[in-house]
């Protein structure tokens, strides 16, 4: 089994986004029963749901952690491990600021910057006044 490999709360066997729900119970502000399930394996009674092939989308993701926020979520950990699991579909690998980053690292340069980019004013009066702290 893969790393990102996703698995089935109900099943324990693997899932893929395409074939994922997100799935919990709310009453009033409170949140309950979070689950990632296969679309087949939604716990009844969860009457709160999102699709994986939705959820992947960085503005979906975002959306959906924005709106747990402020909300009572009775048992944390279940949601946590689902944020935890569909993060690297989220958030791809190939980054390009991380992978400027390895790239500066392996030149000795900044991290974030690619290298070779000229940093704005603002960024450079920030950088001479660390390095004149040295
Ligand atoms: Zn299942």
Known sequence: MAE??????ACGAPLVPED???????SGDEER??????????????A????GRQIVWPNTYLTFVGERLGRRIADPEPLR??????????????????????RA???GA???VK?????SSLAAGAQEKHDAGK
């Open 48 to 51: 709160e749901r999102l699709e």
């Open 20 to 26: 994922a729900v997100v799935s919990w119970s709310r």
């Open 4 to 9: 990102y490999d996703l698995v089935c709360d």
């Open 33 to 46: 029963g979070f689950a990632l399930t296969h679309t087949a394996h939604v716990p009844g009674g969860a």
């Open 81 to 102: 491990a689902i944020l935890w699991a569909i993060a690297p579909f989220v958030m791809r690998h190939d980054n390009p600021t991380e992978m400027d980053s390895m």
């Open 115 to 119: 290298p070779g980019t000229q940093p």
């Open 110 to 112: 900044r991290l974030g």
């Open 105 to 107: 690292a392996s030149f």
